[in-house]
T-cell receptor, first 113, second 117 residues
Framework: AQSVSQHNHHVILSEAASLELGCNYS??????LFWYVQYPGQHLQLLLK??????LVKGIKGFEAEFIKSKFSFNLRKPSVQWSDTAEYFC???????????FGAGTILRVKS | KAGVTQTPRYLIKTRGQQVTLSCSPI?????VSWYQQTPGQGLQFLFE???????NKGNFPGRFSGRQFSNSRSEMNVSTLELGDSALYLC????????????????FGEGSRLTVL
């Protein structure tokens, strides 16, 4: 069965600090990988996704993630966070067929201004 | 383009009652998935419907059921409510349901927050 592990549950950063959120998945087949974000009071929305090709994918708002197949990892990065990045971030995986996403437990990011 | 609409947004029920939640997907989307979000278990997949057929099902008891109508709108039902069913129920729509053309991107609604007393 698929599973997703996010390394940190709470992260507190100051503005302009760099961000890296860890995500490891467990699945033997070909996967699609996602990072979703949930801003306070808003619905879940897609930050970025990986299906194939270049393992470094860029998303909205300056976020990027790197797929390392040998490590079953898909870590999220941003060089310089802003107060508006305060949100909960979810890593998710699914197989290439179907829309059944398996989510990690989420990481709550708080950016201090 | 209107997003995914879920109703009701908030509801309170008592143990033993049943509840029906509704989801209207983005126009043109034929796949509707349901997720349960709780502080303890996080986001868990309930089921997915595509063209009125259940495509995938998560590990939830039979008290949780759903259906999809010909206009792609979906409902989920929980019977004999238990305290542990208190959660945010999220609906997500997608244009497709798998295959090589599947982008895998889900568009989520704001959820229906169910409290069971």
């Amino acid at each position: 069965a698929q599973s997703v592990s996010q390394h940190n549950h709470h992260v507190i950063l100051s503005e302009a600090a760099s961000l890296e959120l860890g995500c490891n998945y467990s699945y033997g087949g070909t996967v699609n990988l996602f990072w979703y974000v949930q801003y306070p009071g808003q619905h879940l929305q897609l930050l970025l996704k990986y299906f194939s090709g270049d393992p470094l994918v860029k998303g909205i708002k300056g976020f990027e993630a790197e797929f390392i197949k040998s490590k079953f990892s898909f870590n999220l990065r941003k060089p310089s966070v802003q107060w508006s990045d305060t949100a909960e971030y979810f890593c998710a995986v699914n197989g290439v067929y179907g829309n059944k996403l398996v989510f990690g437990a989420g990481t709550i990011l708080r950016v201090k201004s | 383009k209107a997003g995914v609409t879920q109703t009701p947004r908030y509801l309170i029920k008592t143990r033993g009652q049943q509840v029906t939640l509704s989801c209207s997907p983005i126009s043109g989307h034929r796949s509707v998935s349901w997720y349960q979000q709780t502080p303890g278990q996080g986001l868990q997949f309930l089921f997915e419907y595509f063209s009125e057929t259940q495509r995938n099902k998560g590990n939830f008891p039979g008290r949780f059921s759903g259906r999809q109508f010909s206009n792609s709108r979906s409902e989920m039902n929980v019977s004999t409510l238990e305290l542990g069913d208190s959660a945010l129920y999220l609906c997500a729509s997608s244009p497709t349901s798998g295959g090589a053309s599947n982008t895998g991107e889900l568009f989520f609604g704001e959820g229906s927050r169910l409290t069971v007393l």
